[in-house]
């Protein structure tokens, strides 16, 4: 659709889809039926694209790494290696898309009503420069720590935000009206780099990346499934039991290959 599979260092977009070179997308977020965001990790700046013209450009970031949220031109944001993107419609007059801004240790949001600010909602530090404010601690805004995640998913059924603090070997919740967090899967750093199912805190993974969550009508309770990368497995939870398991792909019926000879005309 978009990209020529070369790095870019386009700050700015609008080309011809064949000719647009991005540098390192990692995270892709539907907006609306015409638009999706997608994280520009490369060059620290979040894009949109159009999916009628299939032009891509920039949405948020000036291209400077940092962890400065501009009050009124979020084009003038920086980011600092964004990764994770989702967008959260909390009410129809609280829109935000919050991402995982990986090398601020942070997770941050875009106002999506007005378009035109973003804040910090946890972790980071008030020096907009200061990309070494990490640690592992539950707590609001600021106080609160992590470290490099990379994963962000608004649950709304539940009106939180599930975070893979990916370097801390955990997932997180986050509460985006309190700007406030807490580990609800993972234990410390002991029992981390590890595979352990069972309930909440007593579960071990190793660097999760991905979160994501479905709405199971018949259990009336939302199912997690998170991917546990350096596991290279993929785990799964209910919300309200949080009793961890690696899913078990069972009854899948081998893929029967067929080898042809290619003979030479």
Partial sequence: MIGTGEKGFDKEGNKAP??????????????NRDTLCFAMAGTHQIWALNLKTNRA????????????????DIKQCEWAQPSGLS?????KDHIECYVADSES?????????????ARNVIGSSTNTKNLHSFGDKDGVGYDAKLQHPLGVHFIPEKNVVLVADT????????????????SWLGGSHSTALSLKDGQTNETAFNEPQGVCSLYDEQRQ???????????HCI????YDVGNVTTLQ?????????????????
């Fill in 18 to 31: 064949e000719t647009q070179k991005l540098s390192s997308p990692w995270d892709i977020q539907p907006v």
């Fill in 57 to 72: 450009f920039n949405f948020s970031g000036s291209g400077r790494e940092g962890n400065y949220n501009h009050r009124t």
């Fill in 87 to 91: 967008i959260g419609m909390i009410s």
């Fill in 105 to 117: 240790s942070s997770i941050r949001a875009i106002n999506m009503k007005s378009l035109n600010s």
């Fill in 167 to 182: 370097y801390n070997h955990k997932v997180k919740v986050l509460d985006p009206f309190r700007n406030e967090s807490y």
């Fill in 221 to 231: 309770d939302v199912k997690v499934y998170i991917c546990d990368t350096n596991n």
């Fill in 235 to 238: 785990r799964s939870c209910y």
């Fill in 249 to 265: 792909f069972k009854g899948v019926p081998p893929t029967q290959v067929e080898f042809h000879d290619l003979k030479a005309a």
